[in-house]
């Protein structure tokens, strides 16, 4: 039987390994300073503890990503049956000099070698500094299609099922 969702020990099964070294972007969803909700796509890093992004610091989002707030994530890789990583998390932001490590990093997974390194050096001069925003999973949740489905498709099988017997 597959862990419950929402144990955050969810973040080490294999599929959320997976995504999380996949070359899909995360999509990242906060609450503005006016309530309203806003869900941004963007790059991402895992750091083994914490899925790390990194922007400029004077990017809209960062008036409203302080430490402690608390976010929404997902990473959904394709296929027909696409498999999808849920996280809720507490942030904590710092500001670097420079290109964050974890923001190249990213790009490297993302596009290679060579065209990380291409962005990398193009990006430099744009980004003296950068903000990193570190996402400590506080609910994580796993769709695969396999074993795990949205909780109200497993509700209606069961409900099918119990009308079956």
């Given at each position: 039987m597959p862990t419950k969702?929402?144990?955050?020990?969810?973040?080490?099964?294999?599929?959320?390994?997976?995504?999380?070294?996949?070359?899909a972007p995360a999509h990242l969803a906060y609450t503005w300073r006016d309530g309203t909700p806003r869900v941004v796509p963007i790059g991402f890093h895992w750091n083994g503890q914490e899925i790390v992004l990194a922007t400029a610091p004077d990017a809209p989002k960062m008036k409203a990503l302080t430490d402690g707030a608390k976010v929404a994530l997902t990473i959904e890789g394709d296929g027909a049956l696409p498999k999808v990583l849920l996280v809720r998390g507490t942030v904590r932001v710092d500001t670097v000099e420079g290109i964050a490590p974890e923001w190249a990093a990213a790009a490297y997974r993302s596009l290679g070698e060579e065209g990380g390194r291409a962005l990398v050096e193009k990006s430099a001069p744009l980004y003296?500094?950068?903000?990193?925003?570190?996402?400590?999973?506080?609910?994580?949740?796993?769709?695969?299609?396999?074993?795990?489905?949205?909780?109200?498709?497993?509700?209606?099988?069961?409900?099918?099922?119990?009308?079956?017997?």
């Open positions: 969702q929402g144990d955050v020990s969810l973040i080490h099964d294999p599929v959320a390994q997976e995504l999380l070294q996949s070359k003296p500094r950068m903000s990193r925003i570190f996402i400590q999973p506080d609910w994580v949740g796993i769709l695969d299609f396999e074993t795990r489905l949205p909780s109200a498709v497993e509700r209606a099988i069961a409900r099918t099922q119990a009308g079956a017997g």
